[in-house]
C-alpha cells in the first residue's frame, strides 16, 4: 500500500523552531515533485513549499527566509525545517508527493497527500 505520513508537528512557542518529516512507502518506482501545504481553520489549503526531484525549490512569501524545504530521495522523505515560527503559521500541515507508480503493468504518476500534522505556534 502506497502512503504518505508525516511527523513532528506540535505546539510551540512564537520564535521556536520545528521540522516536520514525510516518508512514502509502498511500491514506489519514484518519486517527481514533493511539496508541504498548510490549511488553517476556517481557510483554504495553501502551499507553504514545493522541491523537484533535482532539488529545485519554491516558497510561499509567507514563509520565505524563515522555512527550508529539503528531500532525501534514497529515504523517499521530504523535510520542512521550520524557523522563526509565528502564531499565523498555525495550520494542519500536509506532504504531497508525484509519485511514479506501476499499476496493471502500466507506469504512471499519481499525486497523493499525507494525513497531515498539527502544528500550533502560541504568543
Known amino acids: 500500500q502506497v502512503q504518505l505520513v508525516e511527523s513532528g508537528g506540535g505546539l510551540v512557542q512564537a520564535g521556536e523552531s520545528l521540522r516536520l518529516s514525510c516518508v512514502a512507502s509502498?511500491?514506489?518506482?519514484?518519486?517527481?515533485?514533493m511539496g508541504w501545504y498548510r490549511q488553517a481553520p476556517g481557510k483554504q489549503r495553501e502551499l507553504v513549499a514545493t522541491?523537484?526531484?533535482?532539488?529545485?525549490?519554491n516558497y510561499a512569501d509567507s514563509v520565505k527566509g524563515r522555512f527550508t524545504i529539503s528531500r532525501d530521495n534514497a529515504k523517499n522523505t521530504v523535510y520542512l525545517q521550520m524557523n522563526s515560527l509565528k502564531p499565523e503559521d498555525t495550520a494542519a500541515y500536509y506532504c504531497?508527493?508525484?509519485?511514479?507508480?506501476?499499476?496493471?503493468?502500466?507506469?504512471?504518476?499519481?499525486?497523493?497527500w499525507g494525513q497531515g500534522t498539527q502544528v500550533t505556534v502560541s504568543s
Open positions: 522541491i523537484s526531484s533535482g532539488g529545485s525549490t
Open positions: 509502498g511500491s514506489i518506482v519514484s518519486i517527481n515533485a
Open positions: 504531497n508527493g508525484d509519485l511514479v507508480l506501476v499499476r496493471r503493468g502500466i507506469r504512471g504518476t499519481y499525486r497523493y
